[in-house]
């Protein structure tokens, strides 16, 4: 398999152990037989890796920092593994139409259904989240918010362990009955492009 971006050769070659490489004219020509081969082992090596127990997102509250708001952590440690910076999921089914028009309850249950079906393509689970940012439209839906939150999120995320999420209102999303949408920061492990 050959890798034909400058930037897979790169992660190749730092996943190696090589902290600098000179990109010149020709310089990379020669290393693209052996990334190749290096990249199938280290591709293979890295998936294991990943899949090991106890490789997971721990979440955390410095005792310096603020308390964090309910079901929030303040950061996310990431130990290993790629990321995958995931689209902001809306409450729009498999057709495309929109899930519970103009209702906030219905939205945010398909908002993560959304999300939690990206995240199985990506072969990882919510445990696997770095961090959320969360979008309303009009304050008013941050209450309904905070309890369709308290409901579901003890469901998804073990141990009342919850990863930090940024809660923003604003005025409209892409389309006017969209009421919530929700993007996702997640550790993943390693991925074939297609």
């Known amino acids: 398999m050959l890798f034909s971006t400058a930037y897979e050769i790169c992660r190749i070659f730092t996943a190696a152990g090589l902290d600098t490489i000179a990109i010149a004219s ?31 997102v721990d979440y955390s509250n410095p005792g310096a920092a603020r308390a964090p708001g309910e079901l929030s952590s303040q950061i996310a440690l990431v130990d290993s593994g790629p990321l995958a910076f995931i689209a902001g999921q809306h409450a729009l089914d498999a057709h495309g139409y929109c899930v519970g028009i103009y209702d906030f309850d219905a939205q945010f249950e398909q908002v993560f259904e959304n999300l939690g079906a990206v995240l199985k393509g ?72 297609s």
């Open 26 to 56: 020709g310089m990379i020509a020669t290393h693209v037989d052996s990334a190749s081969r290096e990249a199938e082992r280290m591709q293979l090596q890295l998936t294991e890796e990943n899949n090991l127990p106890g490789r997971k």
């Open 122 to 193: 990506l072969n990882a689970g919510f445990a696997d989240i770095v961090k959320l940012t969360t979008y309303l439209v009009q304050s008013e839906h941050i209450e309904k918010f905070m309890r369709a939150r308290a409901a579901l999120f003890p469901k998804l995320f073990a141990n009342e362990s919850y990863p930090p999420n940024t809660l923003v209102v604003v005025e409209c999303l892409v389309k006017e009955e969209l009421l919530i949408e929700v993007e996702a920061v997640a550790r993943v492990c390693v991925v074939e492009r």
